[in-house]
């Protein structure tokens, strides 16, 4: 099993800047990699970013590459969400996702609201 707790959400303005964490704990080393994911009122869950167990490969969404920035401290078992220059098409609940071979863990969500 793996618990995730997530933090850092809140409401900024356009242009703005806001870290997520999360927080992992429980069989952390069965995880082969972490992400991030959002979901919009009406909208289905998409993808933001994931990173790899040993942090060598990051990938990102088209919609937040160059502006968001997934990292991860394996020391403390928490990674991270940077998000800068945020738009209000970002606004959504962001979930972190953490991947086993044979489930799929997720945190509660934290709403990011980001105001025009």
């Known amino acids: 099993q793996v618990q995730l707790v997530e933090s850092g959400g809140g409401l900024v303005q356009a242009g703005g800047s806001l870290r997520l964490s999360c927080a992992a704990s429980?069989?952390?080393?069965?995880?082969?990699?972490m992400g991030w994911y959002r979901q919009a009122p009406g909208k289905q869950r998409d993808l933001v970013a994931t990173?790899?167990?040993?942090?060598?490969?990051?990938d990102y969404a088209d919609s937040v590459k160059g502006r968001f920035i997934i990292s991860r401290d394996n020391a403390n078992n928490t990674f991270y969400l940077q998000m800068n220059s945020l738009k209000p098409e970002d606004t959504a609940v962001y979930y972190c996702?953490?991947?086993?071979?044979?489930?799929?863990?997720w945190g509660q969500g934290t709403q990011v609201t980001v105001s025009s």
């Open positions: 996702n953490a991947r086993t071979y044979l489930f799929n863990y």
């Open positions: 429980g069989s952390i080393g069965s995880i082969y990699a």
């Open positions: 990173i790899s167990s040993d942090t060598k490969s990051a």
